[in-house]
């Protein structure tokens, strides 16, 4: 970061250094260069860490032992080739040569590969490795050459922020002052954090790694091999082979087992823990049986409960940045990270995506050690498991729970988590298993899915959606502010509900929201629940002396059941007296009303694209309110329905689904969602200069476009290449496949010069490349799915 950051002319950049640069963990890391991942978000992240490294040595004279001797992934088994067929699609994306090979093609590769337990390979041969002293000594000169300095056995000891001024951090040399302050101290960074009131998600894992004595076979310019089935990564040091794992399960380090003031840590030997692995080398490496060890090594690194890791401006802290949590991948994603936040210090703003590594997305609960002890050892195994769709952790389980629980429980829910939410994913059959199998085809909660969604569009569902942030904002300026944060009017009557989001300077989409106007000077604001926290920062950013506005979080004051569906007023009407009539309760508005016992606030509102309500209940009053609605649904052949079908459901009527399709760096016309603009209001809105320049340069040379695969075989889940008559021009950001339409069907954003038009996608031949294969599509700017929303009006 300081590297870049002098690049973009800041001279005054220090970086106070505990004991010697490279201790902690970069002096143990394996020093791996990948640059494909499995999302195109990542890997415009990781791809520049093999363009810095290869001109680094040049710039600035330090030797750093990069070399592009290539990555040769293998796969023991159909499932684990496939997804590797499909990461080297990502790569196309951006240009990076990522080829399927034989067993025997990798065998020609890497000599020494028993090539008899594998069913194929990918070979990136631009990856590499380099050496991770080396290079962050270059990273250190080229900083000083442009004005940093490094200030070497400087501890700190205490860190401060003097009110409304700058931060303050005392040392063993004395106290330094810094406007700006970024903590990028790995394992560590969570505990200085918390000195200034900051929470940082981390905890400590060992990570294990053995090099062998020299071996006749190795050359220097034997390609790194991952065997991700085997838990392994095996790559050449020297002559040697350096073995190390992402275990199945990893082993937690609570920091106070760390030694004390050690500057290049080593911990103890486990070879009880590192024999499955090292078991898995052998097998695929037989020379290896006979091959002497020369060293183990056991070094502690910090993990994120999400293996992702975190940079940015912490909530609430100004100037105060975080750049933690890298899951042993800090060199290969250092590069990318360290760019992304110089630019984001430099510009005031992020000028890439970063919303989901941004530190804001964590909720509160989330720093609580005993979660992060008992989820870090699964996370750790994820590296190197497979990325199923949809895949659920098991560990730390059960923190944050409906009240409608054991009621979701009772009726066959199998669970999933969402912000540490339980949340009904699908329901089984009775007596029937609700226990998760995987799958890039058919998962085995197809089968049910497909009923919840059919009874969605013939009869009615039920769904839990507790989960979803809820924000009161209050104050006598409310509307005022919310009108200038937000791009659509919300200067309307008590009880309509707007649809609307809220931008940054350049027009991205910050937040994707429903506001329902409670009062003149009161307004509940509703976000999903994965992206709440970060909603809750921008929302509070934004909130100045200058603003008589307070923000509360309300989520947990609300239960809130979503009854959707075609006999969803008849069901409804069993337990109000309210009038539901399309003239008393039309679209969009909402109502305080009387149901069983209790008093709700009922909205009409979809998110599937039927007639349907969403209730929000007091907390106390759900299990009432459920009981009764689902006696009288019985009727009516109501059924309960999980996230996976809101997910099928909401895709088939091409509603946007934001981390999916809507991200910073997407704007509303892009996403086809002009629709939600207020042009005129008053005063305008944050983003209005961007967007209106956006509009007045004509067609659009971005644009989200609906695709529906005319083969009903392969299933869509996100990633996957679009092609316009043969060349890629984006890819599918959100997937399912369509129980209502019989096929696949996906969003995705269509890059193309000339402009966007409505006959540039009727007269365009389109392919879905899935894996490597390609797969005929139809286009539309418009819903496959009741394209016009009639069903909405019943």
Known sequence: MAYHLTKLGKK??????????????????????????????????????????????????????????????VARTKDRLYEMARNASVAKSFGLEAGMISP????????????????GAVYIPNDGQTNPIDTCMALAAGARQKGAKVFEKTEVLDLWRIPGGPYQLRTNHGVIEAEILVLACGLWTRDLAAKLGARVPLYAAEHFYVVTEPLDFVRPTLPVLRDTDGHVYVKEDAGKLLIGAFEPWGKALPMEKLPKDTAFIELWEDWDHFELPMSKAIEMIPALQNAGIAKFFNGPESFTPDLLFMIGEVPGQKNLFISSGYNSEGIEFGAGAGRALAEWIVAGAPQMDVSFIDVARYHPFQINERYLRDRIPEVLGQHY??????????????????????????L?????????????????????????????????????????CQSAR??????????????????????????????????????????????????????????????????????????????????????????????????SAYAVLSLQGPRSREILSKVTNADLSNGAFPFATSQEIDLGYARVIANRLTYIGELGWELHIPTEMAQHVFDVIWEAGKAFGLRPAGYHALEHLRSERAYREYELDLTPVDTLLEAGLGFTIDWNKPGGFMGREATAAQKSAGQLRKRIVCFKLRDPKPVLFREELVRCNGKIVGYISSGVKSFSLGTSIGLGYVNHEAGITGDMIKSSRWEIEIAGELFDADASLQAFFDPSGERLGR
């Open 385 to 410: 498991k497979m990325h199923w769709p949809n895949h659920q952790p098991h560990t730390s389980r059960g923190v944050r729970k409906s009240a409608l629980h054991d009621r979701w429980a009772r």
């Open 412 to 452: 066959g829910a199998s669970f999933g988590e969402g912000m540490g939410w339980e949340r009904p994913m699908w329901f089984a059959g009775e007596g029937e298993s609700i226990e998760n199998i995987y799958s890039y085809s058919e998962p085995n909660w197809f089968k049910y899915t497909a009923r919840e």
């Open 458 to 555: 013939t009869d009615a569902i039920l769904l839990d959606q507790s989960s979803f942030g809820k924000h009161l904002v209050q104050g006598r300026d409310a509307c005022r502010f919310l009108q200038w944060l937000c791009a659509g009017n919300v200067d309307v009557p008590v009880g309509k509900l707007v649809y609307t989001h809220m931008l940054n300077e350049k027009g991205g989409i910050e937040t994707d929201i429903t506001l329902n106007r409670l009062s003149e000077t009161q307004y509940l604001i509703i976000s999903s629940a994965t992206v709440h926290p970060r909603d809750k920062a921008w929302i509070t950013k934004h909130i100045t002396d200058a603003w008589n506005v307070t923000l509360t979080d309300v989520t």
């Open 104 to 119: 025997r093609e990798a065998k020609e590769l890497y000599p020494a590969l028993e090539e008899s337990i594998i069913e």
């Open 12 to 73: 005054d950049v220090v970086i106070l250094e505990r004991h010697a640069l490279t201790s902690g963990t970069t002096w143990h890391a394996a020093g791996l260069i990948m640059q494909t991942r499995g999302t195109h978000a990542l890997t415009e992240i990781a791809k520049y860490n093999a363009e810095l490294y290869a001109v680094l040595e040049a710039e600035t004279g330090q030797a750093t032992g990069f070399k592009q001797n290539g990555t040769l992934g």
